[in-house]
T-cell receptor, first 113, second 114 residues
Framework: GENVEQHPSTLSVQEGDSAVIKCTYS??????FPWYKQELGKRPQLIID?????GEKKDQRIAVTLNKTAKHFSLHITETQPEDSAVYFC????????????FGKGTHLIIQP | NAGVTQTPKFQVLKTGQSMTLQCAQD?????MSWYRQDPGMGLRLIHY???????DQGEVPNGYNVSRSTTEDFPLRLLSAAPSQTSVYFC?????????????FGPGTRLTVL
């Protein structure tokens, strides 16, 4: 089955700086890679996703890049703000099948004022 | 639309008790699933369903049963609760059956087994 590794587990950045979170996956047939943001006590919320037919996708201050050859994908947040503080999870599907997502273990992003 | 709803929000059980976690969605999604979230472990798939009458196991199915009698509802049953099942449980539904479709999560149920 799919295995997703996520790094770092904790990331502290100064407000206004950029943050980068990296994930690797094992199943070369995976073709969907979402990122979720989870605030304390809340549900995971989709913030951006990328499908394997593109290498990069941007949405305002958030971008995701995908390298299928190396089997890794990254989340980039620019001009970080206090409200970006949360736990971020990457995920990957298993070969495009119906059996759900495999998640990384999460990155706790801390924005220092 | 209410989206994906879950009840209860919190539950405390004693070892050996049984209970059902409820999940419903009003988006007419065929695909529904259950995940558990433990500290430092991310979310792990328990069971999923691709339509009424069809269910299958995920990564961590032991100790849990599911059924899908309608498109809207996908309950998760714990037949004999164990302390290892203390966790936060999230139900999710997906807009299509393709693995590339967007998945939406419910608000979660925090379960403690004493």
């Amino acid at each position: 089955g799919e295995n997703v590794e996520q790094h770092p587990s904790t990331l502290s950045v100064q407000e206004g700086d950029s943050a980068v979170i990296k994930c690797t996956y094992s199943d070369s047939a995976s073709n969907y890679f979402p990122w979720y943001k989870q605030e304390l006590g809340k549900r995971p919320q989709l913030i951006i996703d990328i499908r394997s037919n593109v290498g990069e996708k941007k949405d305002q201050r958030i971008a995701v890049t995908l390298n299928k050859t190396a089997k890794h994908f990254s989340l980039h947040i620019t001009e970080t703000q206090p409200e970006d503080s949360a736990v971020y999870f990457c995920a990957a599907n298993s070969g495009g099948g119906a059996d759900g997502l495999t998640f990384g273990k999460g990155t706790h992003l801390i924005i220092q004022p | 639309n209410a989206g994906v709803t879950q009840t209860p929000k919190f539950q405390v059980l004693k070892t050996g008790q049984s209970m059902t976690l409820q999940c419903a969605q009003d988006m007419n999604h065929e695909y529904m699933s259950w995940y558990r979230q433990d500290p430092g472990m991310g979310l792990r798939l328990i069971h999923y369903s691709v339509g009424a009458g069809i269910t299958d196991q995920g990564e961590v199915p032991n100790g849990y049963n599911v059924s899908r009698s309608t498109t809207e509802d996908f309950p998760l049953r714990l037949l004999s609760a164990a302390p290892s099942q203390t966790s936060v449980y999230f139900c999710a539904s997906r807009s299509g059956l393709a693995g590339t479709d967007t998945q939406y999560f419910g608000p979660g149920t925090r379960l403690t087994v004493l």
